[in-house]
């Protein structure tokens, strides 16, 4: 089966700062993406969720509880159950420190305008559902918006494989004739919160993925000859943060990492 080529005019190793420089910025925020690029990445992973007015903004949780002080987080209410008003009005900055209380969720398409194509984003799709889920379909939407702007800049991750398929359909409906193909892959874990036939990588098979982003720990020499070079999935293992254990995964045949930490990953 061909396969979507992951970012091939990217030079390697592939770098992703995960969710934004987050060792050095709040998470998921303008300021954690911009702390990535003054540090050399080239890249950054995000998450997006929808809010109840259609929206996609960035957040990596369900809600606002980890990331917003008390009294300004949402009341525990769901992203999908917020509308973006209310949204704009969180601040997911105190958290990491007071000097970082401006930091708002910002609007995915906030993130593409402003680091696209300089920076390649991994947009991860943050979805619990089997169907009727409208997030792959305002993504798809989105990303045809910026046409020419995102080519050769963006993949699509997620460890819901039926919301991978969906992205992949409503992008191939939303498609113009200059837009290419957008690599997409399966994540997965051991974390009891994943659906037990989904942590060893079962995901891959249900939604024909084009790379793969298994837990750093998960990663082995035979699951990695398996999916790199029998099935040809490319291996982008999170979260890396250690140089050594980063070099070392490289080495073995991994495209990238996704790290916590890009301001300590140097690769010749």
């Not at 300089?118 to 009727?132: F, G, H, Q, V």
Request: glycine share 6%; charged share 25%.
């Amino acid at each position: 089966m061909s396969r979507v080529s992951l970012l091939p005019e990217r030079k390697r190793p592939l770098i992703f700062a995960h969710r934004g420089c987050s060792s050095l910025a709040p998470e998921n925020t303008i300021a954690a993406f911009k702390k990535a690029r003054e540090c050399g990445a080239p890249g950054i992973e995000l998450d997006i969720h929808v809010t109840l007015d259609g929206k996609l903004v960035v957040v990596h949780d369900d809600n606002f509880l980890r990331t917003a002080l008390p009294g300004n987080n949402g009341n525990g209410k769901k992203t999908e159950e917020l509308p973006l008003n209310e949204i704009n009005h969180i601040d997911v900055g105190s958290f990491f420190g007071p000097e970082w209380s401006a930091e708002r969720p910002p609007l995915l398409e906030e993130v593409l305008e402003e680091f696209c194509p300089e920076m390649y984003i991994d947009i991860e799709l943050k979805s619990r559902k089997t169907k009727d889920d409208p997030l792959p379909g305002l993504l798809a939407k989105t990303l045809k918006n910026f046409g020419e702007k995102i080519q050769g800049s963006v993949t699509v991750s997620s460890f819901n494989p039926f919301c991978l398929n969906t992205f992949r359909q409503e992008w191939k409906k939303a498609q113009n004739t200059y837009s290419a193909d957008i690599p997409a892959a399966i994540i997965w874990c051991s974390d009891t919160e994943v659906l037990w036939i989904l942590r060893r990588g079962f995901g891959r098979i249900l939604s024909s993925c084009d790379y793969v982003k298994p837990i750093h720990e998960q990663v082995r020499s035979f699951s990695l000859f398996r999916f790199s070079v029998l099935e040809k999935r490319p291996v982008i293992p999170w979260t890396v943060d250690d140089p050594f254990t980063a070099k070392k995964m490289i080495d073995a045949g991994c495209e990238g990492i996704i790290t916590n930490r890009p301001q300590n990953m140097v690769f010749e």
